[in-house]
């Protein structure tokens, strides 16, 4: 049974409709960015991944219908993910025991991105859409379908998206006005010289791309069994002084297939493959191929829904991952390494009249396996568990708690990393005896579902054991950042930033409010939100880097007829409270606004005008979760126009 995001014990979000539509970027977490607790790593518009309550990298899993994407977005914030938002019909943002079925070293959350190129019904008639729209800040050209038809008991699916960006307009300079020092508390690319500090625009920032996907399924009366295959091409910069452009090209197989009641005491068994073929140049400004990435990964996994058990409604599964992933070349800091993990996991929940009861658990066994003897093997057994209780006290309010204990394996690239990386400008030394990483999650919400006022609070404590981060380096504690040249060699105008792997204990904990003002039923709502993270590093550590700053935002919503209107302002706070060796982020408030008209022909057929501008105020909007933040102001003023 599907339930609301309102009705869920753990903090769920689902982006769909015209909300997708209207908040669509060309990056993943640029795209996600202003949903409650989520934030961009926005490494220029190519590169952008979701971070969640201050979390990023591997700790937040990125799936494509339900299977990772896998790609290598989580190796390093200048790699993207390879999943298009045009071509997608929702995206979710899951947290709670549903994690676990996904990994228990999600310890910050699941984003799932839905494509549908799988079919799993049949369709009456040709049904899908289609999209395109304009940008003036990015001279953005962009168009996207999808395409679904059935024959018989075959059904098909057919989509595909092109778009292309310029170099973006910025209010102002790039490089941040009156920069520290070159090697005073400089953990970005302050240390550009000022005949790269461009007016006006950000070189580099343009990006190509395209893609194209079919699938086909058999719809029985049981069940359905479909594959698809999907091409995706994608070009981008990396706006820093080095001027590197990404050539992305990535070749997807899936296969899914659900079957109901197989045997006695399964109600459903789903079967969900994917396998791809990922390679990656980065290019350096002469064009040639500096580093060549390449990633061939199998991920399987099995789920089977039992008939309740003592009034238990549940399923459990298992979890088959393989990746090889190599980088040859200048930038090749991590060795080839072979990846393997086994997951096993349970998932159960039991509903009474006003109380549901839900509870999860994972055992994980995972490998890191460096080819050619170049490092030391490693095996890690990861146990993961998750319980949430949902309490309907009074009609229209609910009380949701969720306890959840998680173990993550280190990533290859913590274990192993030993160079200097160009995307980042930083020297970065992994260490491969790293334990594994555990978080005990505490998750309190409290919310009224209906009525002319709605309203939810949600309040959390995530305590660490062992947290990996980077660390920036200060050999002589004199508070100034090492540098050193690409050979590793302190240098105090070096290119690159020192930064070690570390471990430490770590606390984070914050909250997300938002209410919904019913003005006019049908007509007229405003809404009304705010979320604040805080990471602290145990032992007098300080901060954790690059954490969220605290914003406030203001939604009006008016439709009248055909014509639908939003005013969004979102006020970000500066974050004074960095990291060691990081700089203060300055705030910045972001106003947009749109207006829609929907033309009907039939009810189900219809084409929708759309008109926004975004950063009204031209304001200077730099991202403090960004290694770029003081090299790469978000676009400025912009005018948005498109048809679906």
Known sequence: KDRSELDMAQPVSVLQGDQLRRKREVSLGDTLSNELGVASSAFGPGAGRPI??????????VLENGIGTLDISSLSPDHAVSVETLNASQIEILRGPATLLYGGGATGGVVNVVTDRIPNRLFK?????????????????????????????????????????????????????????????????EHSSTSENSKNVLRNSATDSQGLSVGGSYIGERGFLGGSISLMENKYGIPTPEMARVDLTQARYNLSGELNNPVIGIEKVKVRTGYNDYKHNEIESTGEVATRFRNHEL???????????????????????????????????????QSRSTGVFLV????????????????????????????????????SGSTSAFWAFTPDYSLGLTAMHGQRAPAIEELYVNGPHHGTATFQNGDNTLH?????????????????????VNAFVNRFNRYIFFRNADINNDRIADRVDDEGILDLEGEFLVQNLSQTDATFY???????????????????????????????????????????????????GPLTTNLTTIHVLRQNKHAELETNTSGYTLLNLEASYLIKQTRSNGFRFFVQGR????????VHTSFLKNFAPLPGRALVAGLR
């Open 52 to 61: 969640i309550r201050a979390l990023d990298g591997p700790r937040i899993q």
């Open 436 to 456: 594994k990483e555990s978080n005990n999650n505490f998750d309190l919400s409290l919310r009224k579902t209906s009525g002319l006022m709605r309203w939810k």
């Open 299 to 337: 991920e399987t996994r099995a789920e089977f829904l039992h008939s309740p058990i003592a009034k238990f409604n549940g399923l459990f599964g298992v979890q088959l991952q393989d990746r090889k992933f190599s980088a040859l070349g200048e930038e090749a800091i991590v060795p080839i390494t």
């Open 510 to 560: 914050g909250a997300e409010a938002e209410v919904i003002f019913t003005l006019k039923p049908d007509n007229l709502d405003l809404r009304l939100f705010t979320d604040y993270v805080r990471g602290k590093l145990d032992k007098d550590n300080g901060n954790v880097p690059r954490t969220t700053p605290q914003r406030f935002g203001f939604e009006l919503n008016y439709k009248s």
């Open 125 to 189: 008639t040709l049904e899908g859409n289609a999209e395109v729209r304009g940008n003036t800040a990015t001279e953005e050209k962009s168009g996207s379908f999808n395409i679904n038809k059935s024959f018989g008991p075959m059904s098909w699916s057919l989509g595909g998206f092109k778009r292309s960006t310029e170099d973006y307009s910025i209010p102002g300079r790039a490089i941040k006005s009156n920069p520290v020092p070159t090697h005073h508390e400089d953990e970005d690319h």
């Open 348 to 383: 159960e929940e039991r509903n009474w009249e006003n109380f549901r009861f839900e509870w999860g658990g994972r055992y994980e066994h995972a490998t890191r396996n460096p080819q050619h003897n170049i490092d030391q093997a490693r095996a890690f057994d990861l146990f």
């Open 615 to 622: 950063n009204l105020l031209d304001e200077e909007m730099r």
